[in-house]
């Protein structure tokens, strides 16, 4: 391993890591601030900081810090017959577990190192640079040891298998945060986040094999290529996306499946007993476990770092053989609008999930574990059974079906592109449109405000 | 009397009616429909009340209370302007020339149910012209904590001297001793249009419309 590589893995481990961590921190608020424009409330703002006599309030975006001073100066509790070994080692391994987790995520396509050089040195100012090929790989420049280099942390041959092997880790550590709390509700609430998190650990490995099939690989950045080059996942396999989805809610123990912490019936849950940062490390966990999920569900089924007509090598919108236009990139820009967007995908990802969290109520445990053994599961299986009998049947017809589908793929990539320009387009027209308000005077309070100008008698922040 | 049966009783008319069990079709039982349209509704709320916030143009809480949209008082930069005849704080009002326009007759500390107020009467000095005809209070003590803003001290009093139109509540202290208004404090309180006289005229003795000492 070069001196190069090195320091490029710790990078991108830094990359990765520091993603995760900064968007679980902001979660927590946009878990708040976001439930709070559902509910119609103003929600948290309160946090302030004070740079030169002017006050900053950052729409509330202060209180995951304040939260995680508090956490520190908190009492670090523990019960008196609590096993400290298990007791201490529970919120480690809840937060280790998740971000071993992101090391075979691929955020981006390979670099070409020798493109990079060539893009600064020789092409100022900057704008235009040489672009990559489409299909070849980037020979390695052996004598400047330039070599390319993956945007994966851990480019391990075994990809999906890892992941899942590591995220089945977070029952153990709930399992024995219950256990060691030497507290009723602590075991109540490991039981259900162990029965929970088996059950619909099932399912979240069974809706991915169909996709498998499909990629052929399980490896996710050639599964992103695979993607890139054909279909979204979401239109080759939609029953898998939505059965992923689920599953993927129901391991995050996220409403509608927080069964394991339902405050109302077990106080909090497994970690009712921890305080502190220990406590805060569950609760960061849980959050980081909504990214690393939404990381998955990007790679597999929203295509990752493509974008819809965006290829390694530049824009190409084709319709199967019908090339409509090419504009080549640099390589270091496509680079990195490809980070760009798999970042935001996951953003979005994330922001779907407490749209998820803040409008449905809790099952009760029976309905769980029915929707998780008797809906889920089968329909998982019949997915497989489904997938494998369309794929054999496209793959043993001729070459007029695979022209078609490659057109379908097309389409799909022109629908995808046509409904993400409509959806900001009417962003962008609805946030400009005239607001019109009632105004019903109601009472002497009302007549009184009227006098004086309104109730706004200062001005708001955020 | 072991093997007694009781004659039952015929069940009892009630206009209820059984509420039907949710359908159990497809579209009902695979929850999806639903969910769908229930994040539909959360969207639409987070949009709209999202751009409402940006845009600084959220609903008026008094004004547009009706509207859909957040209309939260955010509590010590906003506050609900109160009615009208709101009864507040008393405050004691002036004559023309700032002194006080009580005249310590204990009309308000007799009427008040509370006995929160507490007034001690003093004479006018010798060789000026109120002496003789009214008194002052030498010290005139409301506890804002006993008071129960009836308004019975208003009421009574005949010369307009204690009013409550302050529009100010009662205000939460850090002791108790901060809850006494003594007289100082409560002259020092305007009312809501901003003036310490009332608009009700008074006439002082030698005014020519004073209607005398000896009426």
């Known amino acids: 391993m070069t001196a190069m590589q090195l320091l490029s893995t710790i990078v991108k481990i830094l990359i990765m890591v520091g993603f995760v961590l900064n968007l679980a921190a902001i979660l927590t608020w946009a878990d708040r601030r976001q439930s709070s424009m559902i509910q119609d409330r103003i929600g948290p703002n309160r946090a302030v900081i004070k740079i030169f006599g002017r006050e900053f309030r950052l729409a509330g975006l202060l209180h995951p810090a304040a939260d995680g001073l508090k956490f520190f100066t908190k009492e670090d509790f523990m019960p008196l017959r609590a096993d400290r070994l298990l007791f201490m080692l529970a919120p480690i391994m809840a937060m280790g577990m998740v971000f071993t987790l992101v090391g075979t995520i691929p955020f981006g396509d390979t670099i070409c190192p020798r493109l990079f050089h060539l893009h600064f040195v020789a092409h100022w100012p900057l704008i235009e640079g040489p672009s990559a090929q489409r299909w070849g790989t980037c020979s390695p420049d052996v004598k400047n040891g330039l070599y390319p280099i993956e945007l994966i942390a851990a480019p391990l041959g075994v990809g999906i298998l890892y992941v899942f092997a590591m995220s089945g880790q977070g029952i153990i550590a709930a399992a024995i945060a219950g256990w060691s709390s030497d507290n009723k509700f602590s075991l109540l609430g490991a039981l259900r986040a162990a029965s929970q998190m088996v059950s619909y650990e099932v399912t979240l490995g069974m809706s991915l094999i169909g996709a498998m099939m499909i990629y052929g690989t399980v490896r996710l950045d050639e599964m992103v290529r695979w993607q890139d080059n054909h279909a979204w996942g979401i239109f080759v396999q939609p029953l898998a996306f939505f059965l992923f989805f689920a599953a993927a809610v129901a391991e995050n123990k996220r409403i509608p499946f927080d069964l394991p912490e339902a405050e109302s019936e077990l106080v909090s849950g497994y970690f009712t007993e921890y305080a502190g940062m220990k406590f805060g490390m569950f609760y960061f966990a849980e959050y980081a476990e909504v990214v690393t999920g939404s990381m998955l569900l990007v790679t597999i089924f929203l295509g990752g770092w493509t974008l819809p007509f965006f290829h390694r090598d530049g824009l190409t919108i084709e319709l199967g053989g019908l090339r409509l236009l090419q504009v080549p990139v640099s390589h270091v820009w496509m680079t990195l609008l490809g980070v760009l967007a798999f970042f935001g995908k996951v953003i979005v990802v994330c922001w779907m999930q407490v749209f998820v969290r803040w409008t449905l109520p809790r099952f009760r445990y029976d309905q769980l574990m029915k929707l998780g053994w008797r809906v889920l599961l089968p329909a998982s299986l019949a997915n497989i059974l489904v997938t494998g009998v369309v794929w054999l049947a496209l793959d043993k017809s001729g070459p007029a079906v695979s022209d078609a589908l490659k057109v379908a793929g097309d389409v799909t990539q022109a629908i995808v592109a046509v409904v993400l320009a409509y959806l900001i387009g009417s962003l962008v027209v609805g946030f400009f449109a005239p607001i019109k308000h009632l105004r019903t005077l109601l009472g002497s309070s009302a007549e009184e405000s009227v006098k004086r100008g309104g109730t706004k008698s200062e001005p708001m922040q955020a | ?215």
């Open chain 2, 1 to 215: 009397m072991d093997n007694q049966t009781f004659p039952k009783k015929p069940p009892a008319k009630t206009n209820a009616t059984a509420v039907a069990y949710a359908a159990r079709d497809f579209e009902t039982r695979s929850y999806l429909p639903e969910i769908f349209r229930g994040v539909g509704v959360s969207m639409k709320h987070f949009f709209d009340n999202t751009r409402e916030m940006m845009r600084g143009s959220r609903p008026d809480p008094v004004l547009d209370r009706f509207d859909p949209g957040i209309t939260t008082i955010s509590y010590p930069e906003q506050k609900r302007p109160y009615p009208e005849r709101f009864r507040g704080i008393h405050r004691l009002t002036t004559r023309a020339d700032a002194s006080v326009r009580c005249v310590a007759c204990l009309c308000c500390s007799t009427a008040c149910p509370a006995q929160c107020i507490y007034i001690e009467a003093g004479e006018y000095p010798e060789g000026d012209k109120r002496r003789g005809y009214e008194r002052y209070p030498v010290k005139f003590v409301v506890d804002e904590l006993r008071c129960i803003f009836c308004g019975y001290c208003v009421e009574a009093c005949p010369c307009d001297a204690i009013r409550m139109d302050t529009g100010m509540h009662a205000v939460p202290y850090d002791s108790r001793d901060q809850h006494i208004y003594d007289r100082d404090l409560l002259l020092s309180i305007p009312g809501r249009d901003g003036t310490y006289e009332t608009k009700n005229p008074r006439h002082e003795p030698g005014d020519p419309t004073h209607p005398g000492i000896s009426r």
